[in-house]
């Protein structure tokens, strides 16, 4: 099974179609996210495989001067909010995600302590101390080669340790900083646009409500 198969839509899918509901284009909606258009196409193109139809329609010229809207499927999903929207049991784990446990803790925003210096900012509730596992899909984490604005709440730092074929166009690329490492799946046209190679810096943005809970560690 390949990593974009996975039947789950991502809050950042969600985000991505209420950019292009609002611009009216795939290239801005895109870009006011800070992703390329080449990995917004991926990721409309994956929503249409997992409903199993189009989440939008593109018409170029005419008298609507032509632009990317969306279509029932695509307001739909829109509609059902941030989620994350799953088509699979919530504790179900996907190859390739980053795996992470510590304790929750409310103040001063909810988040995952997992260890000195690093902390996982989380939407879900939990008793003050308790012990927990997180994950976060490769699908939920977007890679940039520089610092930008965003409303995410994670915002890691580092290193990219590796970048690894999963498929037709895919790669996984893994971005450490001391102990810890995310991974991100990326396209082969994001990855040459970025300039993204191993050893260059990177940083990779989670929102908080991408963060998932998983019922115990996975092996």
Known sequence: ????????????????????ARTGSLAAGARAMGMSRD?????LDRLRRIGRGPVVRTTRGGRSFGGTRLTALGWRLLKLGSGPVRFDRSSRVPTGSSQ???????????HVRVGA???????????????????LDPEAVLLASRRFASSARNVFVGTIRSIRAT???LALVTVGWGRH???????DGAIRELHL??????????????????ARPTP
Do not use: C, N
């Open 39 to 43: 990995r917004g196409v991926y990721r």
């Open 1 to 20: 099974m390949t990593l974009d198969s996975e039947p789950y839509v991502t809050p950042i899918d969600i985000e991505l179609l209420r950019h292009v």
């Open 100 to 110: 992470f446990s510590g304790t929750w803790h409310a103040a001063p925003h909810p």
């Open 167 to 169: 498929g037709p166009g």
């Open 197 to 214: 190679a191993r050893g260059r810096p990177a940083v990779a943005y989670v929102k908080a409500t991408a963060v998932r809970r998983v």
């Open 181 to 187: 490492a995310v991974r991100a799946l990326v396209t």
């Open 117 to 135: 210096g690093f902390e996982i900012a989380v939407a879900f509730a939990a008793e003050e101390g308790e012990t927990v596992s997180v994950v």
